[in-house]
């Protein structure tokens, strides 16, 4: 006795399918469990803007640019080391690029002093220049503790320095060290090789070289200097 076991399970699959067709249940379900009950999650919120507000924004004058750089918007601002300024000079004869001021440096003293100061004197006065008609400036526009510009900063502060140096726009950019040559000549750049930098409408002949304070730890490296900048100085400028 009992109920009839000989179910037809073919056509009470069929008979499920058509009611839950009928019900309006018309797609497949998930294969992962859901919490029907839970409540539902907020919708997306869009992406955070991450450029700087208009206001913070680097000016398109040089004198506009240099002013800013020593203001608050400037990444050095937070770092809590004194920041030296560049004295804004357009076309100069000679421009001179380094990755961030020397222990001696100051507002009142300027870029390069001290012992490297006393070195770069001598180069330039071999090339015909001195320090007033050359513009000196930075990667960086204060000191680290470390001496080394922070990571985090370095893509920020390439831009500047190019953005500088566009502004500039000098008839020949020397480039002292490492940090500058990446920074202008991208990763492929080697210290020697005469360059002409083509950046936002400038063309002017680029090198770059050891800097003066590794020239005074391995004094024999000033003969290669000093090739560097006499293939500098012969490139006819426009």
């Not at 919120?45 to 640019?65: E, H, K, N």
């Not at 001179?96 to 006065?125: F, K």
């Not at 000196?136 to 990571?151: C, D, F, K, L, Q």
């Not at 320095?161 to 490492?178: D, E, H, K, M, S």
């Amino acid at each position: 006795m009992g109920a009839d076991q000989h179910i037809q399970w073919h056509e009470a699959a069929a008979s499920a399918l058509e009611w839950w067709s009928d019900a309006g249940v018309d797609t497949l379900v998930e294969d992962e469990l859901r919490d029907w009950f839970a409540a539902p999650a907020p919708a997306p919120r869009p992406l955070a803007v991450t450029s700087a507000p208009a206001a913070d924004l680097p000016p398109d004058t040089l004198d506009a640019f240099v002013a800013w750089r020593m203001g608050a918007a400037a990444p050095e601002a937070g770092w809590n080391a004194t920041r030296v300024p560049v004295s804004p000079q357009k076309n100069p004869s000679l421009m001179i690029l380094t990755d961030l001021p020397e222990a001696d440096d100051s507002v009142e003293n300027g870029w390069m002093t001290g012992p490297v100061g006393v070195l770069l004197d001598r180069m330039l006065a071999a090339i015909g220049e001195v320090r007033e008609s050359v513009v000196i400036a930075g990667i960086a526009h204060a000191r680290t503790s470390t001496g080394r510009i922070p990571a985090e900063a370095q893509a920020t502060l390439d831009d500047l320095a190019r953005r500088l140096v566009t502004l500039v726009a000098p008839q020949r950019l020397l480039l002292f060290g490492a940090e500058p040559c990446r920074a202008m000549l991208g990763v492929d750049g080697q210290r020697g090789g005469l360059r002409t930098l083509n950046h936002d409408g400038i063309a002017c002949p680029t090198i770059a070289t050891f800097h003066p304070r590794f020239l005074l730890e391995r004094p024999l490296a000033k003969a290669e200097t000093w090739r560097h900048l006499q293939l500098l100085i012969r490139e006819p400028t426009a």
